[in-house]
């Protein structure tokens, strides 16, 4: 009887999100053109857009041994105004090139800001211009912003997915190109990356197959990772203490990594081509679009609290 009950509930739940996720995609497709250009001229008037998006690259995948989701995502920004001043290399910190010099102190607060907008992307799902109010953001701890997140349904109040504590992680090597490519007039650097484990939710399959309580509450069940690069492009004309770099560029990169399983991907494993084309055509697609949404926000975000 209890087993019954369990697979009911399961399929009550893929339902719910496939007309959650349906939803969404409509509403924001029937209104991407006339919300962005809201959205645009309001900040316009408020705070200067010092960066506009180049490229912007993503890769999604289900693995069907496996049940594994896999996503990338990359976008390119540049500088839209006309060039920055002189950088020191001895003292530069990869951080001040888009803007006249900053304040040591301010130059701290960067790193930090790009820090907190990371880890408040549980917070970016519920804005009203992306899924209108069909989401809201719970914490597990009202006085510490940096707890547990639980992503909920707002009429239903319905578990979505819950996020972990952010944390800081150093990046492999293999994330410091742009477009593929290495050159020896380019320089990268990691400037901030940020995990958010996938703790459970809807729309994770977090069933455990351990047999302790402290193996579960290790168990992986993916994250989303957030990278900030940023490039210098040297001009050939520098002196020895000086250079003055050209056309500094913002990198955003996004992953789902670990062991993330979809709960549209069912338990069954090989993945049948039915469920897989059904994530495909549903959670993959509003994954891609959030994320292509989320980083032109942390660009904006970043702009504006910069000018604050």
């Known amino acids: 009887m209890h087993d ?18 349906q939803s969404i995609i409509a509403i924001n497709a029937a209104s991407l053109h006339t919300t962005d250009t809201d959205t645009n001229n309001n900040k316009s008037k408020h705070t200067k857009q010092y960066y506009k998006r180049k490229s912007y690259q993503w890769n999604a995948n289900l693995h069907r041994t496996t049940g594994i989701a896999t996503s990338f995502e990359r976008s390119i920004f540049h500088y839209k105004h006309q060039p920055p001043p002189i950088c020191s290399v001895d003292n530069d910190d990869g951080l001040s090139m888009h803007r006249p010099p900053l304040s040591t102190t301010k130059k701290k607060q960067i790193k930090h800001i790009v820090q907190d907008i990371f880890s408040s992307y549980p917070n970016f799902l519920t804005k009203p211009s992306l899924t209108f109010g069909l989401c809201q953001s719970i914490p597990s701890n009202v006085e510490n912003k940096y707890c547990n997140h639980h992503l909920q349904t707002s009429l239903l109040h ?14 492999s090597k293999k994330h410091i190109f742009i477009n593929n490519k290495s050159s020896s007039t380019e320089k990268e650097r990691v400037i901030c990356c940020i995990e958010i484990p996938i703790k459970g939710g809807l729309l994770a399959n977090v069933e455990s197959k351990s047999s302790t309580t402290s193996k579960k509450k290790d168990e992986d069940h993916g994250c989303i990772r957030f990278i900030w690069l940023q ?28 062991k993330y399983r979809p709960t549209l991907a ?27 949404r989320y980083h032109d926000y942390v660009v904006k975000e970043y702009s504006r609290r910069i000018d604050g």
Do not use: C, D
Not at 278 to 292: A, D, G
């Open 4 to 21: 019954s009950k369990v697979k009911t509930m399961k399929k009550l739940a893929i339902i719910i999100n496939i007309i959650l996720i």
């Open 266 to 292: 069912g338990n069954k494993l090989p993945i049948s081509n039915m469920r897989k084309m059904l994530y495909y055509s549903t959670q993959r697609m509003v994954h891609t679009y959030v994320m292509w």
């Open 231 to 258: 490039t210098k492009q040297p001009n050939k004309q520098h002196t020895k203490k000086h250079k003055k770099y050209l056309h500094p560029e913002i990198i955003l990169i996004t992953e789902i990594r670990g």
């Open 158 to 171: 319905l578990n979505m997915l819950t996020f972990g504590k952010p944390r800081i992680v150093k990046p």
